[in-house]
Nanobody, 113 residues
Framework: VQLVESGGGMVKPGGSLRLSCAAS????????MSWVRQAPGKGPEWVSA????????LIRNSVKGRFTISRDNAKNTLYLQMNSLKPEDTALYYC???????WGQGTQVTVSS
């Protein structure tokens, strides 16, 4: 099983990033998927989730209206579009699936002027 995140980087406040997570080694389309982030010195924080078909999503209040989760089951890929980024969004972002059993290695997002 592999979950490989990409798309992180350093941006200025107000900027945008699109994270991707390529999944392999398990039946990706059969599992709800989530993004979780961990800021320096803090515990993991759930960000957003999408159901198997992509038609139903959940998102934490602090990023609502700025972040959008989506998935492409044909490509076994999960996405997180992040707009209007704020310094408090700085964290290591993880792709999670398989009933919370599978985690990627994370991609760093840094928002700083």
């Amino acid at each position: 099983v592999q979950l490989v995140e990409s798309g992180g980087g350093m941006v200025k406040p107000g900027g945008s990033l699109r994270l991707s997570c390529a999944a392999s080694g398990f039946l990706y389309s059969l599992y709800d998927m989530s993004w979780v982030r961990q800021a320096p010195g803090k515990g993991p924080e759930w960000v957003s989730a999408v159901n198997t078909g992509g038609g139903s999503t959940l998102i934490r209040n602090s990023v609502k209206g700025r972040f959008t989760i989506s998935r492409d089951n044909a490509k076994n890929t999960l996405y997180l579009q992040m707009n209007s980024l704020k310094p408090e969004d700085t964290a290591l972002y993880y792709c999670v699936g398989g009933g919370w059993e599978y985690w990627g290695q994370g991609t760093q997002v840094t928002v700083s002027s």
